[in-house]
């Protein structure tokens, strides 16, 4: 069974930098496209983040956000810089296959994490 695991979140001033990790067991994430998507309270969950063989971001976090992978480690990267109170959501990580649905699209994504909380505050 697949399993993703979220870590590093956590509370940060804005203009501040955090990095998440999302581990994965139970598939090789060199083989899917991989995404961070984030849920703020009462708003419906975005995408922030993908890569297949290209990487693509929400105009919102393009410039200061960049997600990268450790192959080795079977582990994906949010880096996340220039942090602003509007990024404050939960942050999960998700992976599937391509040719479902758009990359940006939660339903092209089979497994996710259970997510991580990320605060700025102002």
């Known amino acids: 069974q697949v399993q993703l695991v979220e870590s590093g979140g956590g509370l940060v001033q804005a203009g501040g930098s955090l990095r998440l990790s999302c581990a994965a067991s139970?598939?090789?994430?060199?083989?899917?496209?991989v995404g961070w998507f984030r849920q703020a309270p009462g708003k419906e969950r975005e995408f922030v983040a993908g890569?297949?063989?290209?990487?693509y971001y929400a105009d919102s976090v393009k410039g200061r956000f960049t997600i990268s992978r450790d192959n080795a480690k079977n582990t994906v990267y949010l880096q996340m810089n220039s942090l602003k109170p509007e990024d404050t959501a939960v942050y999960y990580c998700?992976?599937?296959?391509?040719?479902?649905?758009?990359?940006?699209?939660?339903?092209?994504?089979?497994?996710w994490g259970q997510g991580t909380q990320v605060t700025v505050s102002s």
């Open positions: 998700a992976s599937g296959r391509l040719g479902i649905a758009p990359m940006t699209s939660s339903r092209l994504y089979d497994s």
């Open positions: 139970g598939r090789t994430f060199s083989f899917y496209a």
């Open positions: 890569s297949t063989g290209t990487r």
